[in-house]
């Protein structure tokens, strides 16, 4: 087994290397800060759950290596004892759906004839003569996996997180980290490099070794926990398997709105619009975003479509979370309530054995899994919730929406549950508080909307959902036929 000794952990952070970042009360009216970048583009910001985590947080740009302490993290005599995370994977490749898609849009490109059997704008450009003649570089087996981008996402994560926390990520707790993750290989492949990460972090340098020889091990595979979705049959009889359960999705895809963009892309790529819909548009501007995203480079799909454009796909794409990750039933988010009682088991047991002088037997316990591990964790806890539901026909009501997945569960997106123990507290009650963390910046607590919370208190605020949300009963079919509750 190998293991760093302490005296390779590099200095806790350089005074010059570390940022401050502003505090965020609520991320659902933020925007994306200029970042600088020639090769972002200006669509980056609609690009929904396949959004890179540097849009989200622009600061990174110039160092992504680099810690940015967020100033409303617990200084002085609270000394963080364990750290709860649970992370979507880094950046990865279509699926294989979304390539046979692009693969026919290509092809109704490539069919179209000369000239598209229309004629050309003057001093007009043929952007789908264009894209019919530029090579399409995704192939099936790609089907989802991670990238090598996705990969350098887990490790900078890492070696960000252990130099903000070099107590918890010490090379002396490195045996006691607890991974866990799901079993598709873009999660596997995450907590992997996140650890080689860490390994970095310990030993400048020097490769690392083979995951499986490391002293903590490789990350154990629970799909129970973090694909909970997929263990629970209310969820998956009433909602994924549930025709209607996506309504507002189908009936925004036949709106004005998207009917508008189908009409102007038929246009620009002299298609006729009858050989298009709402799927092969979407999956065109997601080109644009994986391009981007996986290679570095401004994509021609992007010529497609304007920034009005976009704020119209990202809706869709929103649509499509709310109903099935979000606040659109509620059991998209009471079936995420394995994962809630499992982070509270970890914290719980943590302020049992500090109360007892005892080591903490898990000082960091990482969990990888997908936007569809988060968005419903994070609706449990009454994140992001907006006045009035999301639905197809308020598109213009929503444009300043809370619920905007791109802006909250990017690629590697993580939400961190921070325990302290308070050396000096008052109080017995004083003594344990809590903070969480979205993407590296402090979350405010969605019912108080305080930067830190007494450990006590946040359980008191969630009793009802830690005493009766259990999934055995959460995910039971009813007896008796009935509806899903709309919110």
């Given at each position: 087994m190998l293991r760093g000794p302490c005296g390779l952990l590099r200095a806790q952070v350089a005074p010059a290397a570390v940022l401050a970042a502003a505090l965020l009360s609520s991320l659902g009216r933020c925007s994306f800060l200029?970042?600088?970048?020639?090769?972002?583009?200006?669509?980056?910001?609609?690009?929904?759950?396949?959004?890179r985590y540097e849009d989200v947080n622009p600061g990174l740009l110039p160092n992504?290596?680099?810690?940015?302490?967020?100033?409303e993290l617990l200084e002085g005599t609270c000394t963080p004892v364990q750290l709860v995370a649970v992370i979507r994977h880094g950046t990865r490749y279509p699926t294989a759906k979304q390539i046979r898609k692009l693969r026919h849009l290509h092809g109704l490109l490539q069919a179209r004839g000369p000239g598209g059997g229309r004629p050309r704008g003057t001093g007009g450009r043929?952007?789908?003569?264009?894209?019919?003649?530029?090579?399409?570089?995704?192939?099936?087996?790609?089907?989802?996996?991670?990238?090598?981008?996705?990969?350098?996402?887990?490790?900078?994560?890492?070696?960000?997180?252990?130099?903000?926390f070099p107590a918890l990520f010490c090379p002396e707790n490195f045996g006691r980290l607890r991974l866990v993750t799901s079993s598709k290989h873009r999660c596997v492949d995450s907590g992997a490099a996140f650890l080689q990460g860490l390994w970095q972090h310990?030993?400048?340098?020097?490769?690392?070794?083979?995951?499986?020889?490391?002293?903590?091990?490789?990350?154990?595979i629970n799909d129970k926990l973090m694909r909970f979705f997929d263990h629970c049959k209310k969820f998956l009889t009433e909602v994924e398997s549930n025709a209607t359960a996506?309504?507002?999705?189908?009936?925004?895809?036949?709106?004005?709105?998207?009917?508008?963009?189908?009409?102007?892309?038929?246009?620009?790529?002299?298609?006729?619009?009858?050989?298009?819909?709402?799927?092969?548009?979407?999956?065109?501007?997601?080109?644009?975003?994986?391009?981007?995203?996986?290679?570095?480079?401004?994509?021609?799909?992007?010529?497609?479509?304007?920034?009005?454009?976009?704020?119209?796909?990202?809706?869709?794409?929103?649509?499509?979370?709310?109903?099935?990750?979000g606040y659109g039933y509620t059991i998209n988010s009471r079936s995420s309530c394995i994962l809630f009682e499992d982070i509270f088991q970890h914290l719980d047991k943590a302020v049992e054995q500090k109360q007892r002088s005892q080591p903490i037997s898990s000082p960091v316990i990482l969990q990888f899994g997908h936007a569809e591990t988060l968005?419903?964790?994070?609706?449990?806890?009454?994140?992001?919730?907006?006045?009035?539901?999301?639905?197809?026909?308020?598109?213009?009501?929503?444009?300043?929406?809370?619920?905007r997945s791109g802006h909250i569960v990017p690629y590697a997106s993580n939400l961190i549950f921070l325990l302290y123990h308070c050396e000096n507290a008052k109080t017995a009650k004083e003594e344990f508080q809590v903070q969480m963390l979205l993407n590296e910046k402090v979350l405010p607590f969605a019912y108080s909307q305080e930067t830190v919370s007494l450990y006590e208190d946040l359980k008191n605020h969630y009793k009802d959902i830690l005493r009766s949300c259990h999934a055995s009963n959460e995910c039971e079919l009813p007896k008796v036929n009935s509806t899903s509750d709309e919110l």
């Open positions: 200029e970042s600088g970048d020639p090769v972002a583009s200006a669509l980056s910001p609609y690009f929904g759950t396949k959004t992504p290596e680099a810690p940015r302490r967020d100033p043929d952007v789908g003569a264009a894209l019919a003649d530029r090579p399409l570089w995704y192939a099936d087996w790609m089907d989802g996996q991670l990238v090598e981008k996705g990969r350098q996402d887990m490790r900078q994560l890492a070696l960000r997180l252990a130099s903000l310990y030993h400048p340098g020097l490769p690392p070794p083979d995951v499986a020889d490391m002293e903590c091990g490789p990350p154990r996506l309504y507002h999705v189908e009936a925004f895809k036949t709106g004005p709105e998207m009917q508008s963009i189908l009409k102007k892309v038929a246009a620009t790529l002299e298609v006729p619009v009858n050989d298009l819909n709402a799927d092969l548009i979407q999956v065109a501007f997601f080109t644009c975003s994986f391009d981007l995203a996986i290679k570095d480079i401004k994509s021609p799909w992007c010529d497609v479509f304007d920034i009005d454009d976009a704020k119209v796909l990202e809706y869709l794409n929103d649509l499509k979370q709310y109903w099935k990750r968005l419903p964790l994070l609706s449990l806890m009454g994140y992001f919730k907006d006045k009035e539901p999301l639905t197809a026909y308020n598109y213009k009501e929503q444009v300043h929406r809370k619920f």
